[in-house]
């Protein structure tokens, strides 16, 4: 991705200067109160929220090589946004700074057509298990589940179907691979030759989600084309490449990596669970992902998991989220206790491609000031192995986060 400056600037103060334009209040013509003629109804007036986030982050670091571990802060992510409601529409533009790049977040329109059912078009997070119903930023872990990042997309540009009813939650979506938001179609020096497309979706069951009282259980299933790809004769657009660090936003030191050439198409699906009862929850995911590949070729799989027990110290009881299928934010005041662990295995001796494997467990504690702002303190301790060429690393961090979400 390019950096930019002065069209960065430019992008934030156009969004500054539209979350402050709230439409003034209508004006109707002046009416007769006649048998014959009645007072029309005011026209609905539009409704603007500016929508934004603010990570303040700090790390210390124990590692073998300190010199790619400094201790330090960060800003790892500023989002600047305006959110707009008009009757049955709904829309929303959002832009992200982080390490000195500038990108678009959220970019979508939306239609209800019922209190349960919507569509949404353009730039937006497309759901593929429990954690992608929610941005990175929002992980109660701090840090998003290293199997997340690497079995998950980013914002892709396509169409989501929404339905929420009281026992089950669907989603269903078409779209185009990430590389469509970054790059341009064209035969030029880094442009794309076409575009990966994909679909996905998201069955959630719900039978309990009463307060302190829920369980779920789901399973989603997606199908993608080979992706981006620049090799000597440019975009050969026959591969899929995975990449994931090490948990942190104060250093950026990649711990996987793959790259799977030859590629004819890639299936994956996770299976999800969620269970609370009073002040205690437990979340979790598997993923498994296989991707065909060209000539004869053996086929490239992978998988992982991550399991993540959270209870309320102070707070009550949690609460459900029906849009969002899962736990709600905690209310102003609570404190919140989480451990959880993770692996991620992304070498396959059958496929001959050794991309790494990872196991990280992690303790931290929540505070939520209030709706807006929250306080994080996480330890995590990570072993990443099976990397040709690179030796067994140990990493260990005590990480501090403080958010703003609106």
């Given at each position: ?7 960065g600037a430019t992008?934030?103060g156009?969004?500054?200067?539209s979350?402050?334009l ?6 109707a ?11 029309p ?5 539009a409704?603007?929220s500016p929508?934004?986030?603010l990570?303040l982050?700090g790390?210390?670091?124990i590692?073998p090589d300190?010199?790619e571990f400094p201790d330090?802060?960060a800003?790892?992510?500023v989002?600047?946004?305006?959110a707009?409601?008009y ?5 929303k533009v959002?832009?992200g700074f982080?390490?000195g790049?500038?990108?678009?977040k ?6 209800d ?10 730039l937006?997070?497309q759901q593929?298990?429990?954690?992608n119903?929610?941005?990175a930023?929002?992980?109660v ?14 914002h ?13 939650f669907?989603?269903l979506?078409?779209?185009v691979?990430p590389n469509?938001s970054?790059?341009?179609?064209g035969r030029g ?6 575009e ?7 069955l959630?069951?719900?039978?309990y989600?009463?307060?302190g ?5 789901g ?14 004769e440019?975009?050969?657009?026959d591969a ?5 660090n090490?948990?942190?936003k104060?250093?950026?030191v ?13 299936w994956?699906?996770?299976p999800?669970?969620?269970a609370c ?5 437990l979340?979790?995911q598997y993923f498994?992902?296989?991707?065909n590949r060209?000539g004869?070729l053996?086929?490239?799989r992978a998988?992982g ?9 102070l707070g009550?009881d949690?609460?459900?989220?029906m849009g969002?299928?899962g736990i709600a934010n905690?209310q102003?005041g609570?404190?919140?206790?989480v451990?959880?662990?993770?692996y991620?295995?992304l070498?396959?001796?059958r496929a001959g491609?050794?991309?790494?494997r990872?196991n ?12 807006y702002?929250t306080?994080k ?6 072993h990443?192995w099976d990397r040709p060429g ?10 501090m986060r ?5």
């Amino acid at each position: 991705m390019k950096r930019f400056h002065t069209p960065g600037a430019t992008l934030f103060g156009a969004l500054l200067i539209s979350t402050s334009l709230f439409p003034a209040s209508a004006f109707a013509s002046e009416t007769m109160a006649t048998p014959e003629r009645a007072v029309p109804s005011p026209e609905e007036k539009a409704q603007f929220s500016p929508v934004g986030t603010l990570l303040l982050d700090g790390g210390l670091f124990i590692s073998p090589d300190k010199q790619e571990f400094p201790d330090g802060v960060a800003v790892p992510d500023v989002r600047l946004g305006v959110a707009m409601k008009y009757g049955k529409w709904q829309a929303k533009v959002e832009a992200g700074f982080a390490y000195g790049k500038v990108a678009l977040k959220d970019m979508w329109m939306q239609y209800d057509f019922s209190t349960t059912d919507f569509l949404r078009v353009g730039l937006q997070m497309q759901q593929f298990g429990y954690q992608n119903a929610t941005a990175a930023c929002q992980k109660v872990t701090m840090i998003e589940p290293i199997s997340n990042t690497i079995f998950n997309e980013p914002h892709l540009i396509g169409i989501q179907w929404f339905h929420s009813a009281d026992k089950y939650f669907t989603t269903l979506s078409a779209h185009v691979e990430p590389n469509a938001s970054s790059k341009v179609l064209g035969r030029g020096a880094e442009g794309m030759s076409q575009e990966g497309y994909g679909f996905r979706t998201r069955l959630v069951a719900r039978p309990y989600h009463s307060s302190g009282r829920m369980l779920q259980a789901g399973i989603s299933g997606a199908f993608l084309t080979p992706q981006y790809h620049n090799g000597e004769e440019g975009d050969t657009h026959d591969a899929f490449s995975f990449r994931a660090n090490f948990p942190s936003k104060v250093v950026q030191v990649q711990a996987l990596s793959a790259d799977v050439s030859r590629a004819m198409n890639l299936w994956k699906l996770t299976p999800e669970l969620m269970a609370c009862y009073g002040p205690m929850a437990l979340e979790s995911q598997y993923f498994f992902m296989q991707i065909n590949r060209r000539g004869g070729l053996p086929a490239f799989r992978a998988h992982g998991a991550y399991a993540t027990l959270r209870g309320l110290i102070l707070g009550g009881d949690y609460q459900y989220s029906m849009g969002l299928a899962g736990i709600a934010n905690p209310q102003k005041g609570s404190l919140e206790g989480v451990v959880s662990y993770n692996y991620t295995g992304l070498s396959d001796s059958r496929a001959g491609i050794y991309g790494g494997r990872l196991n990280d467990i992690s303790v931290g504690v929540n505070y939520y000031f209030n709706r807006y702002i929250t306080g994080k303190l996480r330890y995590s301790a990570t072993h990443v192995w099976d990397r040709p060429g690179l030796k067994a690393h140990d990493f260990s961090a005590v990480q501090m986060r403080l958010q703003l979400i609106f």
